[in-house]
């Protein structure tokens, strides 16, 4: 938690106009609350394990299994979704996962007499928009910057920028821009209260 204090302190907006100071501060004290909300459980998934970068949000995530398999890059946005621990999941940076999606990384053979538990990693790079309600089956990865649409189930690879849609997932003739910066949780007040309205792209070696 102190090293994303650090990084919002870093990179914060420093007014030019005594009036705009006031109105900054007031705005950071008003907020203090909510930051150390927003970054009370990823700090918590940190002691038990978890790989998490700075300022990402887990909100009410459900997790069943260890939390040493979870790693979340930085300024990543997980909403009300569940993840199976099974075996790793791996997840970029400014990924933005909404409510509802579920993460699965095993599931029962049907050919094993014994119904045994077949596990496989998944992972998701960077940019990646996982819609509400969507499922990843165990073993997939998501391609930096590709959208899951909402619904869908995705059962194979998705390659960068491509939108998958449907039960199975189909690629879309369409992909998305590849020129993407923004910065999913600056939508969140308290920390857009420390950087400004006009809080630019990190750094790439950052992201890594």
């Known amino acids: 938690m102190l090293n994303d204090f650090l990084y919002l302190w870093c990179n914060r907006e420093q007014p030019k106009s005594l009036a705009r100071w006031f109105k900054v501060w007031l705005k950071r004290f008003f ?19 978890a790989k998490i970068g700075y300022l990402a949000v ?19 946005t997980l909403g009300r979704c569940e993840i199976a621990l099974h075996d790793r999941v791996t997840i970029g940076s400014r990924v933005v996962i909404n409510d509802g ?33 969507a499922i990843l089956l165990p073993g997939v990865t998501v391609g930096k910057g590709a959208v899951v649409g909402a619904g869908a189930v995705v059962r194979s690879d998705v390659a960068d920028y491509a939108v998958v849609i449907g039960n199975p997932a189909i690629t879309q003739p369409r992909q998305r821009t590849s020129e993407l910066s923004y910065c ?10 420390w950087v400004g309205p006009d809080f630019g792209s990190v750094r790439q070696e950052e992201m890594a």
């Open 31 to 49: 907020h203090l609350y909510g930051v150390c909300r927003l970054l009370f459980r990823p700090a918590l998934c940190r002691c038990f394990g």
């Open 58 to 76: 887990l909100g009410k995530c459900r997790f069943s299994g260890h939390p040493a398999k979870l790693t979340v890059g930085h300024e990543t």
């Open 101 to 133: 999606a579920v993460l699965l990384t095993a599931s029962h053979s049907i050919t094993d007499p014994q119904w045994g538990l077949k596990k496989a990693p998944i992972v998701i790079g960077d940019y990646a928009w996982i819609a509400t309600n």
């Open 184 to 193: 999913p949780v600056m939508l969140n007040a308290p920390f857009e209260a």
